[in-house]
């Protein structure tokens, strides 16, 4: 029989001056991401595939990708010495769309100042 092991967490981030509740959950090779402001939650998942071919940048390990992003999207970096959050809410055709950008420092050490 088949199961597969999810890892699920709730953390509260503090980005912009707002709070935003990420609610995740992980697998082995994907994760779901539901974020919410206290008035609207958007959701997003990921793919095996699409972590594969898409997410994971050239030279990292799609492990490696998904191990940092977890690490970014459980815990907020207060002191941003690995991690800085952006969030952008936007409004497209009467639906709101939420964006989120990680930036993950340690991918690329050598080009941070």
Known sequence: RYSMSVDVHVSRFLVGGKKFYFYSSWTKNSFSLSISDGKSMWHGE???D????????EGIDTKQYLNLTKEALITQD?????FNYQINQK???GASKLEILVIQLLLYPSKVS
């Open 46 to 48: 990921a793919s095996e």
């Open 50 to 57: 699409y972590v594969k071919n898409k997410l994971t940048p």
């Open 91 to 93: 409004n497209l055709c």
């Open 78 to 82: 207060i002191d941003k010495r690995r």
